[in-house]
């Protein structure tokens, strides 16, 4: 599943600056998820101000970004991390489910 900025966002705000990371995953192309965009301070504040804008869930996961700032854009996770990967496609793919269940709530109440 891609999102509008290609990815999942984790973050973590940590002390006066943030850090961020965002996935995509695909499983058509990919084995596991891919890093997208990452970075400290003004680089995350962006990614997290993205990730606002186009409505895309903020997971909040310290240790787990702290592991996925140190991968190279464009590289898959390593199979150590996908543990804590699949924990936050569940929370986006429950968040999914969520969301279209209340669109075809507010769809049927227009009817």
């Known amino acids: 599943m891609i999102y509008g900025f290609e ?5 973590n705000k940590k002390h006066e600056y943030n850090k961020a990371a965002a996935l995509r995953y695909d499983p058509s192309v990919n084995s596991s998820p891919e890093i997208t965009a990452k970075g400290v301070r003004l680089i995350a504040d962006d ?5 606002k ?3 895309i869930p903020l997971y909040q996961d310290p240790a787990l970004v702290e592991q996925l700032i140190n991968l190279d854009i464009g590289s898959e996770i390593p199979p150590e991390l996908y543990e804590a990967a ?5 929370f986006v793919y429950k ?3 969520q969301a279209a269940k209340d669109l075809k709530c507010s769809n049927t109440d227009k009817d």
């Open 7 to 11: 990815g999942k966002i984790i973050m």
């Open 47 to 51: 990614i997290i101000a993205l990730a």
């Open 95 to 97: 968040l999914d489910r």
């Open 86 to 90: 699949a924990v936050v496609l569940a």
């Open 53 to 55: 804008k186009y409505n």
